[in-house]
Structures are given as C-alpha cells and as structure tokens.
C-alpha cells in the first residue's frame, strides 16, 4: 500500500512539472506572438542615403511604428546594424536604444554618425551598398518587426551623380554665388540684388527649403534671421538645378547675412530643436553683402550769428532752421590770435589746424541758445574761437552743415556790448 501511495505521488509530481513547462511554452508563445502582432507596421526615412569615401557621413533618420490598437506596453529598438546585402553579416551597431511607453503609434528620430576609419572599410570590402536596420518589439522581447534603409557608397560626388538611379531625394551640395561668382558681394542703397543657387542632388522629390536674412541691426555675433521666402517645389532627376534668389533687401545702409537652408523634415538632425529650421551645415549656404550709403549732398544752415564780432556770456548764438533736423550740435575750436580773421578752417593756405574745445547738443526745434555753463568755462577771456553747427536725423547722420563763424570773447560784458565789431 505504501508502494502505491509512493508511485501515485510520483506521478503526479511528474505531472505537474510536465503541465508547468507546458504552460510556460505557451506563456511565452503567446509573449512573442502578441508581441510580434503588436507592431502593424514599419517606415523609416529616408529610404536611401549615399556615403562618399574619405569622409565622415552623417545620417538622419526617421522611424515610424504602427502598433494594434490594444498594444499599451509600448515599444523598444536595442540598436542600428550595418548590414553586408551580400551575406547578412552585421558590420558594425550603431545608435542606442529607442524606447517609448504607452500605445503607438510611434515617432523616433536619431542621427548616425559614421566615421571615415569606420566607411571606408566598407569600400575596401568592394560593396557598392549597405542596410540599415532596426528590429522594433514591445519591451517584453521576443519577436520583432525590422525597417531598413539603404546606404549607397560612392567614391565621388561627380561619380554618385553620374551613376545614381532614381530614388529618394538625397542632397549632395549646396553653392550660392551673387553676380561676381563670390558669396560677398557690395552694392549702393536701393539697389536691385539677387543671387544663384546651386543644388547638386540624386534622387527624385520635394526640395523644401527657406531663404534667411539677417539685418545690420542685429549682432553678428548671434545674427537674428527672419525669413525672407520659402522653397517647395519637385525637381527631377538631372543632378543639378539652379534657383535665383529672391530680390535682397538694400534699403538700409549696412552688412547683411544671407542664408538658405532644405528645411526637409525627413533630413532633419534630432540635435535640432523645433524652434531651428537649419538642421546642419551640409543642408545650408551662407553669404554676405554690404549696402553702402549714397553720397547725398549736405545741405547748408544759413544765418549762422555771431561771426566776426565780440561776445560775452549773455550773447545769443543762433542760425536759420533746417526742417528735417532732429538734432542740432554746436562745435567750438580754439584759433591763434593771427588766423582769427579766417573764414574757414578748410582755407588751403591756413597751416595751423583750429583744435577742437567744446560743443553742445540741442534739439531739432531749437534755432537759438545762449552758452552754456560748460562751454562758458572753457573760453577764455580776450581770445578768438572759431564756431559752427550741424544738424542730424534722428539716426544720428549729418543733414547739414553751416560755414564756420568766428568770434572775440570778452568775460566782462562793461567793456565790450554784445554784437559789437571788432
């Protein structure tokens, strides 16, 4: 009796140990299963990328996975693998880990950087392409669905153009020149410009990009660009187009920053904020061109009193209004007694230079003052001052300007009255 009761514990032990592998196989079957059902679907762009030899690459890509709408477990890649086309051999891992919680669908953007030392052993291994791949899977593991991109491998620019097949769009170089063949460029105010763009490419597609300006009165250290106009519009599969400008602002003297960008979202770095529209330096051009200020004529401040005569600290100085002033400035310069009777300072016999002493600044609705407190300490009293006024917008430039006047200083008015000849 005991022997039975110890072959039927047996058995049932063996039972349930055979039950619980059971049921963990199916467990994990149906892991994998709902795993593997989770992701509907995959899409990664670009669908292509071309890698030139001898030079760092750098790749923007864009992973979008669809899930079943009762997945909320979320999503998980490990990594990127280069893959050799030929025999599946993984080459090298790239990237990290993209994950995401919740219910799809789902949206990464990463950059690959691919070093030289690192592409140009692909070359050696005379492949003419390699894969990009990612394996999505809920974050229990198991199965997973894979999205690819091809890497084309060229040893040139010229020769990608020459033997590329259509295909997405992929951007080569960007080159803007103005009308001398540079990227700086000169022009008088108001003046017409424009330039050209270049745009060397393989592929077929939508060009999105945006024109960029920035104004002289920003910093160039950190240039505030505004938009100036944008860019949609299909090209073809020549390899090469060209773009004019749009017509550049001149009306304002001074240096302009100028810049166009492919605004493409699938060609977007994920360094790049959303507020920037410039993702990296191979997707810009920059230039730069100066707007110098036309040489308007001053025009002339008459009435200019007092000139050749005594003055005291009461005496009122004064001149005839210039209706577009906004400012006036009064300049005073010392004279040597024996030069007291010049003019102008710019007489081409005078060989000693009046020396600058004293100014003042007035508003523009001012046509007369008396010196000020100032002014009044720095003459001295019985010696000749040589004066003149100017008159500026509201810029700071010079609108006009009055002859230089001279005049006699006496501190006491008891001896010399005010306006009288010398």
């Not at 669905?145 to 491998?153: E, G, N, P, R």
């Not at 920035?214 to 020549?238: F, H, M, Q, V």
Request: with cysteine; hydrophobic share 35%.
């Amino acid at each position: 009796m005991n022997n039975l009761m110890k072959v039927s514990i047996a058995t049932r032990l063996n039972l349930a140990r055979h039950l619980f592998q059971f049921l963990s196989i199916v467990f994990l079957m149906l892991v994998a299963s709902s795993t593997y059902a989770a992701v509907t679907s995959l899409k990664v762009s670009p669908s292509n990328k071309l890698i030139i030899k001898d030079q760092n690459a750098s790749v923007n890509l864009r992973w979008q996975i669809a899930t079943d709408p009762n997945h909320t477990s979320g999503i998980a890649s490990s990594n990127a693998r280069i893959i050799n086309p030929q025999n599946g051999e993984v080459l090298n891992v790239y990237g990290s880990v993209l994950s995401a919680n919740g219910a799809g669908p789902f949206s990464f953007i990463e950059t690959l950087t691919l070093p030289e030392v690192d592409t140009n052993l692909w070359f050696t291994q005379g492949l003419k392409s390699v894969v990009v791949k990612r394996t999505f899977s809920g974050p229990a593991g198991g199965s997973g669905k894979d999205a690819q991109m091809i890497l084309q491998l060229s040893n040139s620019s010229l020769s990608a153009s020459r033997e590329s097949t259509s295909g997405e769009l992929n951007i080569l170089n960007l080159k803007f020149e103005f009308e001398n063949g540079t990227v700086l460029a000169q022009v008088e105010q108001d003046s017409s410009l424009q330039g050209t763009l270049t745009l060397q490419y393989t592929g077929t597609g939508l060009l999105e990009g945006r024109w960029l300006i920035a104004e002289p009165a920003g910093s160039y250290d950190e240039p505030l660009y505004r938009t100036l106009a944008l860019i949609k519009k299909n090209i073809n599969g020549n390899q090469r187009s060209t773009f004019k400008s749009p017509e550049l602002p001149t009306t304002s003297t001074g240096k302009y920053l100028l810049r166009f960008c492919v605004t493409n979202r699938s060609m977007r770095s994920e360094n790049v904020r959303s507020t920037e529209v410039c993702s990296s330096e191979e997707l810009m051009s920059n230039a730069a061109y100066l707007v110098r200020g036309t040489s308007a004529k001053l025009m002339h401040i008459s009435g200019i009193q007092p000139d050749q005569q005594s003055v005291n600290p009461s005496t009122t100085f004064s001149w005839n209004p210039l209706a577009q002033a906004r400012v006036y400035q009064i300049q005073f310069f010392e004279l040597l007694p024996t030069k007291a009777s010049l003019a102008s300072s710019r007489d081409p016999a005078e060989t000693v230079q009046p020396e600058f002493l004293v100014g003042m600044m007035l508003q523009g609705n001012t046509t007369q003052t008396p010196l000020s407190e100032l002014v009044l300490s720095k003459l001295q009293s019985g010696k000749h001052y040589l004066w003149r006024v100017t008159a500026h917008n509201q810029l700071g430039h010079v609108l006009g300007s009055s002859p230089e006047a001279t005049f006699h200083y006496q501190a006491d008015a008891a001896k010399d009255k005010p306006g009288a000849k010398q």
